[in-house]
């Protein structure tokens, strides 16, 4: 102690110096005031398709991932973490947002929507408008495209869709343009290189990469990696699918044609059961490994950043991926099932502050729980709008109490409709529970306890009735709290409802069979004759005939409901009514002597099917499109439905037919069969209809 130097001073710079090493090495009251009050930034990375256990830390057999390991090690991994719809659009809506998808209006890809930004604002949007944050948006956004950066966001750097693994198309700002390189190594750079400008104001960086999407190109410094490394079959890979609902066993995926005759009472027919098959990895797999490692480069060099710029330990650091997917475990590869390869993901957080070291947590963590966990983080109010938790109470006691069941949703995907039906299901920490609400097939139930592959389904065992009956419960009390709803839809129809087509055979001149809508739909005659029955005057159709009506406005099915009624009595197996094409229609028709009502609008067709013979009989046949659904009621009575991959979003390009599919086929397997027997009238609205609406017109006909 120097001369100069009273007691009192020297106790105080003992005291002062205390209060830096804990606080980190604070050298002035100043600064150690700021460090206490400092809000902490935030880096969100988030990939691709990367399974849960595509990580070293997870043990996996070959992949390194040091940097992403090095995350787990500093800070925390969720054990069972999941998304609540395993696609790519919903989920990182859900991550954004902190809102299941049914509530943010993302419900499935390629709707061409983003989520509400004012009803369903983002983090980053609320900590930059309430929290001072700067926030950045970098990477793979694959909701509405558009050049336009979104709001919340102070810089904007994005492309189109899925995007490309080289030479991407950017978009900065607003601006295009073409920088060569590898992608996920140019979405890192600029992620750097805007962390470096704005490292003096708290961050939200979002950086979103396209890896490890396919096509699985991996940077050319990866592509000998892990090349003599053998991928072992998935435990569950030769599931038998004995027990399994019908539809997965009806080409595991693979049907064009969906049919609600496949799909009745499945539970009471024979157990189809598939037998073992040898594995054979997908030779992608391997490039998918790769593709990783860019990725994990890239954390490398965020972890330097951050270290060079003294804010390491002052940023919330998350690493997690948009869903799980299948490598042949049962048999599947892709995502968008509730199996628990699809719909858990890899999720890691480090910020020492609040999180202790190599820590684990086991409770059930989704990713709407990011967006309330970073903003009560921040020290930010979450809005009401948000589903998800907060997790902060686990970091302190991993055992607090927490969520016991989670609800999980899919709808058909408008780009790939024929890969899974509407899903949905519960997950509890032992039981799993999953139904398919449009389907008449069997549910599916297991115990992840003791089977933790999904293999048994005991939805059909007796001794798991109780507990069919507990998930069921927990299912409805779920979709009551969370408020989901059915389709994503919009079935507010712009245009003039009411009847668009009417006619019968007392209306007919010469070769012109007239439209007594009002909306001057005539129909051309082509072979059919005209002729007396005890029901009154028909066409009679000999298998060469049919009406063709011109291509009309007024004959546009799209975005509205859409009925269809015609009084026929069909001699055999025939198409009775055709719009449209192979790309897009509907037809009306007769198989194996039973009324089916087709719907086609991109890759699917969906065929909801009667249940008994009309040949010979005069048959009222009314099918609809509406509420999502394609119905069909035979005689006043409602007899089947099946849910469309999609409404119609455009008017068929070619035109109606009745007798015959005279354009491009609807149904290649069956349109070139034309309608032989006897035709009264048909009738096209374009307006709702119920079941009673559909018994009034059966009782208004005479036959």
Known sequence: MSKTTTR??????????????????????????KATTEKPNILFI????QRYDAMGCMGHPFLK????????????????????????????????????????????????????????KSFPHILRD?????????GKWHMKETDEPRPGFDYWLSFENQGVYFNPVLNENGKRFKKQGYTTDILTDYCIDWIEKNADSPFCAYLSHKAVHQPFKPAPRHNDLYSNEEIPAPDNFSDTYQDKPNWLKEGIGE???????????????PKRAFPADKWQPDPRQWNYFRSIKAVDDGIGRLFDTLEKLGKLDNTIIVFAG????????????DKRLAYEESIRIPLLMRYPKKIKKNSTIDKMVLNMDMAPTLLDLAGTKIPQHMQGQSTIGLFKNPNSKWRKSFLYEYWVDVSYPMLAPRTLGVRTDRFKYITFPDLNDIDELYDLKSDPGEMKNLAIDQKYKKQIEVMKAELKKLLKEQGYKENYYDTTCDKPDGTMLDINCDNIEGNTIKDLSGNSND??????????????????????????????????PSKCPWVIEALVKPEQDGVI??????????MIFIENSIPSFAVKDGYKLCIADAKQSCIGKWTHIVTMINDCKAKIYVNGKYVDSLTLARMFMKNPAEGLQLGKDAGSMIFKEFSSKSFIGLMKSVKIYRQDFNDKDVKGLFKNIKI
Request: contains cysteine.
């Open 255 to 269: 049907q064009m044609t969906y049919r609600s005759r496949d799909l009745r009472s499945p539970a009471a027919g």
């Open 523 to 556: 129909g051309e005659i082509i072979n059919a004759i005209l002729t007396n029955t005890p029901a009154g005057k028909a066409l009679k159709f000999d298998g060469n005939s049919y009406i063709d009506f011109k291509h009309s406005s007024t004959l546009d």
């Open 130 to 138: 309430n929290a001072g944050y700067k926030t950045a948006y970098i």
């Open 577 to 586: 009514i055709a719009q449209g094409g192979a790309s897009r229609g509907y």
């Open 46 to 49: 988030l990939t691709d398709d």
């Open 8 to 33: 009192r001073q020297f106790l105080k710079s003992i005291s002062l110096s205390a209060a830096a090493l804990s606080l980190g090495g604070c050298l002035n009251e100043i600064q150690c005031s």
């Open 322 to 333: 948009d869903n799980g997917y299948f490598w042949g475990e049962h048999r599947l590869l």
């Open 65 to 120: 991932t040091p940097n992403m390991d090095r995350i787990r090690k500093e800070g925390v991994l969720f054990k069972n973490a999941f998304v609540t719809t395993s696609i790519c659009s919903p989920s990182r809506a859900t991550f954004l947002t902190g809102t299941y998808a049914h509530t943010h209006g993302v419900m499935a890809n390629d709707m061409g929507i983003d989520y509400d930004f004012e009803k369903t």
